[in-house]
């Protein structure tokens, strides 16, 4: 299948493509990053920057040209143009391309309400999958891969409160017993799964991987946030308040309802924590990717460090 030496990433300034395009400079990539024309967005010194409309299919081949692989790190705004991009890869005979899930993958357990989510980024899974079976046998043709991460949960954390932590004010709300497990990748192991890909193409040409830094619950979370701010100058102590996962989701489907935002939030949390579901556990140790791309287990000291870190800088 050859050597990957060159890579292009969409999206390296933002959550995940900060963190991904670290890792690839630092494994000695040569990463060239493809932008908006009007993005104000600041990239890592000393990296080429193209810019180019997303819509523009021809324009984004042109960019991509040349390229070994391009890396789709884009948020949920750019999935319109997610097919476009594919083709794109596709046209300019990129060797590898990665999907743009870094989520919950081919989700079986998903709420309906956000089947409509899952169903806008399956257009562009299912066209790279197409594109691939196009070049089975080719020695250079098209491949892909998609990267299952589950709760990005060093970012996570600290930004969406309703996960159950609120880490300015020391309030924690623990969804029923607080014990369903759940599994997450912390954004030094996204970083590090995308440079595993690139390193064994063979093993993960034309699949979804599946990565996790820890497997934990919100009992444990709490706990490790309680050791690492106990010794804090200030002596404030974490504030516990209960609620239910089954509350979370009436909650979000009456946003829904009313046509409010954050519904989709409720409905993810309620995924997370629903009680005896095992709804967001990515895969088991055993049978996750971690092995094959290199990336640890964290302890939950260790992640919840990460997430104090972020809340401390933001």
């Not at 300019?92 to 357990?109: H, Q």
């Not at 954390?157 to 017993?177: C, Q, S, V, W």
């Not at 706990?223 to 200030?234: G, H, I, L, N, P």
């Amino acid at each position: 299948m050859g050597v990957i030496t060159k890579v292009a990433i969409l999206g390296a300034a933002g959550n995940f493509g900060t963190p991904i395009t670290a890792a690839l400079v630092a494994a000695g990539f040569a990463v060239t990053v493809i932008t908006r024309p009007d993005s104000a967005a600041k990239f890592p010194e000393g990296l080429p920057v193209v810019r180019v409309e997303y819509a523009d299919v021809d324009a984004l081949a042109a960019a991509m040209a040349g390229q070994d692989a391009v890396v789709c790190a884009l948020g949920p705004g750019a999935i319109g143009n997610a097919k476009g991009m594919v083709d794109a890869a596709a046209k300019a005979g990129v060797k590898r391309y990665i999907i743009n899930d870094f989520g919950w993958g081919l989700n079986s357990k998903s709420v309906p309400e956000l089947a409509p989510v899952g169903e806008a980024r399956q257009v562009a899974w299912d066209c790279a999958a197409e594109y691939a079976q196009r070049d089975e046998g080719k020695q250079y043709g098209f491949t892909w891969t998609g990267i299952t991460i589950g709760n990005p949960i060093d970012w996570a954390l600290p930004k969406f409160t309703r996960m159950g932590f609120n880490i300015a004010e020391r309030r924690a709300t623990i969804y029923d017993a607080g014990t369903e497990e759940f599994t997450g990748t912390t954004l030094e192991g996204i970083g590090q799964s995308v440079v595993g890909v690139f390193q064994h193409l063979d093993e993960t040409a034309n699949r979804f991987v599946k990565v996790r830094s820890i497997q934990t619950s919100q009992n444990e979370i709490l706990a490790a946030f309680q050791r690492a701010t106990s010794k804090d100058e200030d002596g404030k102590q974490w504030e516990v308040e209960h609620y239910t996962a089954q509350q979370v989701l009436e909650d979000g489907r009456k946003k829904r309802a009313e046509g409010a935002g954050g519904w989709i939030l409720d409905l993810v949390v309620f995924q997370l924590y629903a009680p005896g579901e095992a709804r967001c556990i990515v895969g088991s140790r055993e049978d996750s990717d971690n092995a094959l791309l290199g990336v640890r287990e964290e302890s939950v000291d260790e992640v919840v460090e990460k997430a104090l870190g972020r809340s401390r800088s933001s």
